[in-house]
């Protein structure tokens, strides 16, 4: 029993030695066919060699600088014009001629369009002569003085410098908020009886009995009509969806066309409530739109809505928007970024730049061709850029793109 575990230990010791050798013989004809030493093995492998063959790494790089740091809140928005109205005929009458088409820009007080105004004139020359009338009797009256209308007699005027007096304190203490408006009128209505009294409104009393009064009234009435027969732009801006053509008889109220102004316009942002009270009068707004990839547009918070939507708990602020090129349409929508905080005079560095390992914020500085980790302190940020109070000084390039994969001292070379 003993003989064949010797035997069975014999072969199987022979068996791994040929195997062994096999193998032995086998990587030295591998060696020779390729030329290669063991030495040289060992220089390929030496850890010096690697990095000497190794390129530098192609980054980005941005420095690092003291300015301000503003912090910002986004918004949809709707562009919209308070100069939006809608022109039309204060009188009736036939159209007699349009001066404006479609997009046509006009000036302020420019003549629009025109109403036949004959029957205005005849009307008016009818209440000029009446009130022409009326003034020929009064100064008829003048000359033949009636019994009763003579130069009142002189009396004493101690009654109307008190009511005077008395009106006069009484349009104080009502701008003081100390009587009412009725105490006002009743002490107003007695220095007008102590006038009458005097003689003061003698030629105003004798003028109404001849209907002098009414007659010119009644001429202001003509002529105030007459000018309305005349449509004028009640300011500067562009003419828009016309509703009539000339030879059309159009009645009182008519609409004839819509006047807009866009050279100024005004956005509606909506913004939360838990964040309404960041923004200010007068903070600086950048504006977006679709129809302007890539650009951005400058405007100004004007005001802000006092109440809250209790529908979707959002504020309406207001910001206006300067419009010179009329590019801009009323109803286009915006995307508003509107500057809540501003941070004067901090150290900051691009978002892009840091990177977090170990749970703690860092950055590449480049020195010399080699990237330097430098574990930073932070302060406040916003999307695009971070304060840096600790780790890095003002001027000291910072990577911000290819620094993903560096290790420390690696050699790097700066792409613009």
Known sequence: MDQRRKTLFTVTLVIIIIIILAAGGFWLSKRKSTGESPAAEKQSASPAAETQSIAPISVKVAVAEIKDLEKTIKSPGEVYTEKNVVLKAEVGGILKKLYVQEGKHVRQGELLAELDD???????????????????????????????????????????????????????????????????????????????????????????????????????????????????????????????????????????????????????????????????????????????????????VVAVSPVINKEDKTCSVFIGLENPAEEIKPGMHAEIEIVTEIFPRRLLVPQAAVLVRGGRPLVFVVENGLAKWRYIQTGQENEQLVEVLDGVKEGEPVIVEGHMTLAHDSAVRIVE
Not at 188 to 198: C, M, N, V
Not at 261 to 280: P, Y
């Open 118 to 300: 004959t029957s205005y004139q005849l009307k008016l020359e009818e209440a000029e002569a009446t009130r022409l009338k009326a003034l020929s009797e009064l100064l008829l009256d003048r000359l033949f003085q009636e019994p009763g209308l003579t130069t009142p007699k002189e009396q004493d005027n101690t009654d109307l410098k008190k009511a005077q007096e008395a009106y006069q304190k009484a349009e104080k203490a009502y701008r003081d908020g100390l009587i009412s408006q009725a105490e006002l009128e009743r002490t107003r209505l007695d220095y007008e009886l102590a006038q009458i009294g005097s003689g003061l409104k003698r030629d105003e009393i004798i003028a109404s009995s001849k209907g002098l009064t009414q007659a010119e009234v009644n001429a202001k009435i003509a002529r105030l009509e007459l000018e309305k027969t005349k449509i004028m732009a009640p300011f500067s801006g562009i003419i828009t969806g016309i509703k009539v053509a000339p030879g059309e008889t159009i009645e009182a109220g008519r609409e004839l066309f819509t006047l807009v102004d866009v050279s100024q316009l005004k956005i509606t942002a909506k913004v939360l409530e838990t964040e309404v009270s960041k923004v200010k009068v007068g903070r600086e707004a950048d504006i977006r739109f679709s129809a302007f990839p890539g650009r951005v547009f400058k405007g100004k």
